[in-house]
């Protein structure tokens, strides 16, 4: 299985005991009391009585209506459908990026700067150019996400690819193997762990930009919810919907760490 060398340096000194779910469940409770200890020391006094949605209780109670709406999970799939798109989109064009920069010294001179520059560039700057570039506000949504992820996947394929022992790499040339046989049976499969964990890093990044990026025009998702639960004043509702951006999110990071331990392993082994 594949180890990250910092977390087995780690493990040398603190133990390698995994606390299993337990202490998950206990973090997660002790999260959930934070919230209520801080919200109630906040929206319970009178100058804040009007945001009172925002505690816990009001918070479940339109979260637990919301789920029985059509309307909810419309705006659920919605969301979904533009974070996987997006992400997908951005892993066709920034993993044969990353590997290109790795693998090849002098393409990584020409393209590391510019990449760099542009990982620098706020995403929701890009904003005014999408509505100018695309005739919809969907591909617009696409393109916002694309330019959030597409670098942290190039990046971190790009070590990934820099990580590979380089004894491998010898013994193929070695044995014959030119650039395309080494990219297809070394680099990839001994770069998939840093690219998996590119796509969790994008998961993260796609869900902080699609929520100001739904307020463009889109008559769905969950960004749309909360910018009509803002419009009316119905913060028990807003909360709700940042809630539920909070679940979907941990699930699918859950999913693809999943497949991180399913596809992770190290030669050394």
């Not at 209520?36 to 918070?59: D, K, M, N, W, Y």
């Not at 008559?219 to 940042?242: C, Q």
Request: with cysteine; aromatic share 14%; hydrophobic share 55%.
């Amino acid at each position: 299985m594949y180890r990250d060398p910092k977390q087995v340096g780690l493990n040398a000194v603190f133990g390698s005991r995994d606390f299993g779910w337990k202490f998950e469940v206990l973090g997660l409770a002790l999260f959930a009391l934070a919230w209520v200890a801080v919200s109630s020391f906040i929206f319970t006094r009178e100058q804040f009585s009007h945001f009172s949605g925002f505690l816990p209780g009001p918070t479940f109670d339109a979260l637990c209506a919301a789920v029985q709406e059509s309307k909810f999970w419309i705006s659920v799939f919605a969301s979904l459908k533009r974070i996987l798109i997006g992400i997908l989109l951005s892993a066709v064009i920034g993993v044969p990026i990353g590997i290109m920069v790795g693998f090849y010294p002098k393409f990584r001179s020409l393209s590391y700067s510019s990449i760099q520059f542009i990982r620098m560039i706020s995403p929701l700057s890009w904003m005014p150019v999408a509505i100018l570039l695309f005739a919809n506000f969907e591909s617009a949504v696409y393109f916002l996400i694309v330019m959030a992820t597409v670098c942290p996947i190039i990046l971190n394929t790009t070590i990934g690819v820099l990580n590979i022992n380089p004894q491998w790499i010898k013994m193929a040339l070695n044995q014959g193997a030119n650039n395309f046989q080494l990219i297809r049976t070394i680099v990839i499969p001994a770069s998939l762990p840093y690219m998996l964990t590119s796509l969790r890093l994008a998961l993260g990044v796609a869900w902080i930009v699609l929520v100001p990026a739904e307020f463009l025009g889109v008559s769905s998702g969950l960004g749309y919810l909360i910018n009509d639960a803002r419009d009316t004043m119905e913060y028990d509702k807003l909360m709700a919907m940042v809630i539920a951006i909070g679940i979907l999110g941990f699930a699918l990071d859950r999913v693809i760490q999943r497949i991180q331990h399913t596809f992770s392993w190290s030669w050394n082994e």
